[in-house]
């Protein structure tokens, strides 16, 4: 691979376990959830049978959005989300971008104009999507999972 140019076999070596040794998925010491797309079974992460809902899976933001929109005048108990939802504290998504939705009056704002794209991680119920746009000319994003301070690169392009 042109990539590894000049590595020596012992580099090689230690990047191949690196990623060998990766997860789909991560449920932290308060029962948080970090998976780039989602999950389908009502029984947890752990419970899908293909892994390829970690990646491809986009119902878990839906169903975190269409709480949202149902509860948002009075918010969401923890009673009332959806089984998959309440198994975690917080859940941390990616792969649909944020950039797909447009900020409205009362839900998705985030100070920038209504009517603009959202280029800022967007929070759900207990859903955070942190995806916004760098494989789309967007923003790379790093968030605190505790405090939900973010910092943003510049525009990719």
Not at 53 to 68: I, N
Not at 83 to 106: D, S
Not at 107 to 122: A, H, K, L, R
Request: charged letters at 25%.
């Amino acid at each position: 691979m042109i990539s590894y140019h000049g590595y020596r076999e012992r580099e090689l070596i230690e990047h191949e376990n690196f990623y060998a040794a990766q997860v789909d998925f991560y449920i932290d010491e308060h029962n948080n959830l970090f998976v780039h797309g989602g999950f389908s079974s009502v029984a947890g992460v752990s419970a899908d049978a293909d892994p390829k809902e970690y990646w491809w899976d986009r119902s878990l933001w839906a169903s975190a959005v269409h709480m949202k929109r149902k509860y948002d005048q009075r918010g969401a108990l923890r009673a009332d989300l959806p089984k998959r939802l309440g198994l975690y504290n917080e859940i941390f998504v990616g792969h649909t971008i944020t950039a797909q939705w447009k900020r409205k009056l009362g839900f998705f704002e985030d100070g920038g104009p209504v009517g603009s794209q959202i280029t800022t991680p967007m929070n759900a119920c207990n859903v955070w999507n942190l995806d916004t746009g760098a494989g789309s000319n967007f923003k790379v994003t790093v968030m605190d999972r505790d405090s939900k301070e973010y910092w943003q690169s510049d525009l990719i392009e």
